[in-house]
């Protein structure tokens, strides 16, 4: 209720001083639930952070990761649009610079790309890739639908038929383990 009531006083705020029709506003949070404040009393009565998904904030899990990211730019984003594209927050760097116009140096923003072709529309994602890290220092690489978790013994899960993560697909798909670690490695050594 505390989110609801701030947002809409920034929304609120935006009107009044009349630049609501032409300011990007996104909204999302940096990573999911903290531990550190009690999630078992919560889970007891019922309240799951996490909703369906599995870990919680610095977890390289999709509970960690996977947050609301909501847009609005009146006269881009068509309202009530939805999108299925992979996004990083670390994609908001280039997407405000391209509406900045600024141009970017190549060592800045090695891990964003512009989202305003999804934004406007006109593609369906901007990146195939992306890379996520949890507090531990484990890795994970998502390629389209697909997630390696990068633990001694890697994990391999196809987000499309089990979002929770509760089916590790490694041993059913070795060639496919192997080929998503080779390609973290070149995704690293790219720098991007």
């Known amino acids: 209720m505390e989110t609801d009531d701030a947002v809409g006083r920034v929304l609120a705020a935006l009107e009044q001083a009349g630049v609501a029709s032409n300011t990007f506003v996104f909204f999302s949070s940096d990573n999911g639930y903290e531990t550190a404040i009690g999630i078992k009393p919560l889970e007891a009565k019922g309240h799951f952070p996490s909703g369906p998904l599995r870990g919680y904030k610095r977890d390289v899990w999709e509970g960690g990761h996977r947050e609301p990211f909501l847009v609005r730019y009146p006269g881009v984003v068509r309202p009530g649009t939805v999108s299925d594209a992979l996004v990083h927050q670390a994609d908001l760097f280039a997407t405000v610079a391209e509406l900045l116009g600024a141009d970017l140096p190549a060592n800045a923003g090695e891990d964003s790309f512009s989202l305003l072709p999804v934004l406007r529309g006109t593609a369906t994602a901007v990146r195939q890739h992306a890379i996520s890290c ?59």
């Open 134 to 192: 949890g507090a531990n220092g484990t890795q994970s690489l998502r390629d389209g639908p697909w997630k390696l978790v990068c633990l001694p013994k890697p994990q391999l899960y196809h987000l499309g038929e089990d979002l929770a993560e509760k089916h590790d697909l490694a041993a059913k798909h070795p060639e496919r383990v192997q080929a998503m670690l080779a390609l973290r490695e070149r995704l690293i050594t790219a720098g991007r």
